[in-house]
């Protein structure tokens, strides 16, 4: 059969020093040698030995530094094939205009920063664009469409 206990925690409770004798001991991190490497220092020379044996040179000492960090631009981009595919999941949204059969597309309202030319055009769109690259240029004109605002950019 089963007994109950009271935990250890519960039963110091009110015992103002938990069973650690007098209220000097258990004090700091002192009573336990220090934090970390402390204790191989200078009047321990005999166990400097032992750890660079066991741990090696690197042991000993600050090594390395962190990189700050970075915050890295990133241009959101979209390509052609991409567009033609959501074009009329856009028009459904009014997200994209049509007149005359001339889709009227504002990237930037989409979220994107740059148009870019992998695949082909099938409708006649005039694309609103931070930057398009060269290749998109060509087919967006070759479509027989028009591009506003271009900044024609090779990244």
Do not use: W
Not at 24 to 33: A, L, N, V, W
Not at 83 to 90: G, I, P
Request: overall charge positive; hydrophobic content about 30%; glycine content about 14%.
């Amino acid at each position: 059969m089963t007994t109950y206990k009271r935990k250890k925690k519960c039963r110091y409770r009110g015992s103002t020093t938990h069973g650690g004798g007098s209220m000097k001991k258990r004090r700091g991190s002192g009573s336990r040698g220090g934090r970390g490497m402390a204790g191989t220092g200078k009047r321990a020379g005999q166990n400097k030995i032992l750890i660079l044996k066991e741990y090696g040179p690197s042991y000993f000492g600050k090594h390395g530094f962190t990189r700050p960090s970075t915050v890295v631009a990133t241009i959101k981009a979209i390509n052609l094939d991409t567009l033609e595919l959501k074009l009329q999941n856009y028009v459904s949204k009014n997200l994209v205009n049509v007149s005359d059969g001339v889709y009227e597309i504002d990237l930037v309202k989409l979220g994107f920063q740059k148009l870019l030319g992998r695949g082909n055009l099938t409708h006649k769109v005039k694309v609103k664009v931070p930057m398009i690259s060269k290749a998109a240029l060509e087919k967006v004109k070759k479509a027989g469409g028009e591009v506003i605002g271009e900044d024609v950019s090779t990244k």
